[in-house]
Every structure is written in C-alpha cells, then in structure tokens.
C-alpha cells in the first residue's frame, strides 16, 4: 500500500489535480473511516527538506487502494529528537470536511413532503455548487443509495453549519454522506457526493452472508462493551415563535409515550422556523398544521438515544472476513464474546480505524447497538 500526495489549485469551475508523490517510506499510518462523522487519517514520516516539501498543508492525500477516501492536509507538526531522529507529524480529515466551511443560508424551508436524499442533496447544491463566491470548484452530485434516504420529512434550518447538519440528519435517518475524486479530463477531476446506507450482514437477516466477529472463531482480538443512558432524551417540547401563552409549541417522541421513570425530557428553543417562506418569488403564510410538523421535525433531531457502543480488536489477516471486501463501515454485522456470555445479534460498524506500522496491520473497529 502507498500514500499518494496530490496537488489541488481550484478555479471558478475545476480542481486542477496533480500527483506530487508516491511514498511507502512512511512510520505509520491512521487512516479513520467514520459512518456519522467525518473520518480523518494521520501520517507519521521522517522530517527530512523532501518530505516538508511534499506534506504541505492544504494538499490531498490518498491510498492507491482505496478510490473512495482522500483527505485533506489540515496541519504538521515537526519534532527533533537526538536518539529517535526528526519525525513530521501529517493530520487532516476526508473530504467532507470541506462542507464544513459553508454554512445554511438563506433559510431551507421544506413544507412539503420530501425525500431526505432530495432535502441534503438540495441543501448542499444552494450553499456549496451554485455559481458564486460560496461555490466549492468541483463539487457535484454523485449517486443516491439506500432505502433510508426515501423517508420523506418538511424540516426548516437556518444557519447551521452545512456539514454538522447533514451528519445529523445521517444518524437521524441511518445513512452516510461521502465526497470521493473522481478523474474528469486530463489533470481535472471531480468531487462527487455520494449518499449511501450499510447493509445489513448480521444474523438477524437470511438475505446477505454473515458476518460474526466472535472469540469462538478467533477473529475478536480484544472487546470492550459500554452503556450509557444518562444522557438519554425521549420526550421533546418544542416551543416556536411567538410570547408566553400564545407561543406555538408541540410535542414530538418515538412511538408510545414514554411514562414514569422510563421518560427523559427534552425541551426545544425552535424561534428560529419562520411562519413564512419564499413560494416563487413571494413571501407566504406557512400553514398551521404544517408549521406544527416543521416543529415536529426539529424535536427529532434533537432527542439523544442510550449510548451504547463497543471497541474491539479484530484479526486484521482473517481470511475469514476480508475489510472493504465482505463487509464495510456502516453495516450491521454480529458481535459476540462468548467467554461472558454476551452477544449483539445486530450492531453496526460507525467506524474502522486501519493502522500500519512496524508491527505490520491492524483494525480497530467501533461498534453501535442498533
């Protein structure tokens, strides 16, 4: 495996992209891919006038083995050390992390019935594509997969940043947002956004083949298993505009109320949805029953299930289960360690971090109960 070190200048409309530097020299190497967050990767490589020039802030890393991440150098640190030698320290994240310098604005406001692929997709094309100074050069739409982005929601959003907000509407929803290169012409290439949802490889389905991570089958090297409800909210009011009495609120939970020492809630400053919106030009009303449901929307987004979560070790030479061959970040696999007695029918993978070094390759992977 090597690391490929891109140069990117931009213009109004293209990413002009060339290859700096191939090197397999490096120490280490981090490479994180996260479901619901943006995943980053870290370089550790000797700090020598070749490799300075080469790991400057700003350009793109990427593996000649993965066509799907490439990352952003964000920062470098170099450090002396008479016995150990010069090392440079290369950090950034994916590139995803460029949705993070937009923000929403002006205010998206969907009163009707529409698909959450269509609201993100939208969303990113108003702040991030269109023809101004708040274009990213390059970006299009990619491709659209996965049943959890048909659900239909109305939802109003101001001024959040544009990243945050799309990654909370993947946990919401259970999906995943990824920016990718792809070559266009020549030198020029394309970021295309990609929307996409895990597959569900655990025993509770006859559809895919299983995939167990167990102690039994030797390919669970460490596991670590952690649960807690303390920050758990169920049960939202969300309040919208308006003064004391007279102040539009509603209430919004999952399924059946929860009651007595099983409810947990939630209030919600909802000031910010406007009883308005721009319908061809005009500035009109915004039906009651509809704004009820645009605060309906924000208290879901706000509710914060158990956490519940495990780390583990898995055999990175398994020919068992081969990583981005038989299974992915963000599916649903098994999880079981039968010394304790415990198992996860159904958790799923939200991040896997590759690292190599001296000792060779590992995976550590973070599991979440469904």
């Known amino acids: 495996m090597q690391i490929e070190v891109y140069n990117m200048e931009a213009d109004e409309s293209n990413l002009t992209i060339t290859l700096e530097a191939v090197c397999d020299s490096f120490s280490s190497l981090l490479w994180d891919i996260e479901y619901y967050q943006c995943g980053s990767f870290e370089v550790y490589i000797a700090a020598n006038p070749e490799n300075l020039a080469i790991f400057q802030t700003g350009r793109i890393v990427g593996r000649d083995d993965d066509n ?30 460029l949705l993070e310098r937009r923000i929403i604005n002006p205010t998206l406001s969907i009163t009707a019935d529409t698909a959450y692929s269509d609201i993100v997709r ?10 101004d100074n708040r274009r990213i050069p390059g970006l299009s739409l990619g491709t659209v997969s996965g049943s959890c982005w048909e659900q239909t929601a109305t939802l109003q959003v101001s001024y959040a940043n ?44 006859d559809t895919e083949p299983h995939i167990i991570f167990s102690d039994a089958y030797s390919n669970l090297l460490s596991f670590s298993y952690a649960s807690d409800s ?50 061809e030009g005009e500035t009109v009303p915004i039906p009651e029953e509809k704004y009820i449901e645009l605060l309906k929307t924000r208290g ?24 981005n061959r038989d299974y992915f970040v963000g599916d649903y696999v098994t999880v079981e360690h039968k010394r304790f007695g415990m198992i996860q029918p159904k958790v799923q993978l939200i991040g896997m971090i590759e690292a190599f070094d001296q000792n060779g390759r590992s995976l550590t992977p973070t599991f979440r109960k469904e």
């Not at 879901?300 to 990583?323: G, N, R």
Request: one cysteine or more.
């Open 122 to 131: 939208n969303a990113v094309t108003l702040n991030a594509i269109q023809q």
């Open 230 to 279: 303390a920050i758990t909210r169920n049960f939202a009011y969300i309040y919208g505009l308006g003064e004391g009495s007279e102040r539009k609120h509603t209430t919004y939970c999952v399924g059946d109320e929860p009651a007595y020492l099983s409810r947990y809630e939630l209030y919600v400053d909802a000031k910010d949805i406007s009883e308005e919106e721009q319908v």
């Open 162 to 205: 544009l990243m945050e907000w799309m990654y909370t509407i993947c946990d919401k929803i259970g999906g995943t947002a990824n920016i990718r290169l792809i070559k266009d012409v020549g030198e020029t290439y394309k970021m295309v956004l990609d929307l996409s949802e895990g597959t569900d490889r655990s025993l509770t389905q």
């Open 300 to 323: 879901s987004e706000k509710l914060v299930d158990p956490k519940t979560a495990s780390e583990s070790e898995i055999a990175a030479d398994s020919t068992q289960y081969v990583y």
């Open 68 to 97: 799907l991440h490439f990352g952003i150098i964000e920062s470098m640190q170099i450090d002396t050390d008479v016995e150990n030698g010069d090392y440079l320290t290369v950090k950034g994240r994916f590139l995803m992390c």
